[in-house]
């Protein structure tokens, strides 16, 4: 009994190690630091106006469209 027991926990503990590192793993392949792209908008008439926000062109008062 007491030995089945501890093949019983040692499979287990095994499990747990084998899946625990196969979580690491994958996280080491992804960058750490993830940049968020940062979407631009423009206006469709002047696109020298650019934003990071939409809104409205101050120029002729088109909104804004995002760029591409």
Do not use: R, W
């Not at 089945?4 to 630091?33: D, H, R, W, Y």
């Not at 979407?39 to 995002?66: A, F």
Request: charged share 20%.
């Amino acid at each position: 009994m007491k030995k089945s027991l501890l093949v019983i926990g040692f499979f287990l503990l095994a499990g747990l190690m084998m899946t625990s590192c196969g979580n690491s793993s994958s996280k080491e392949t992804q960058p750490a630091n993830k940049e968020v792209a940062k979407v631009q908008y423009t206006c469709p008439m002047h696109p020298e106006v650019v934003s990071d926000k939409p809104g409205d062109c101050p120029k002729c008062g088109m909104t804004l469209v995002e760029k591409k």
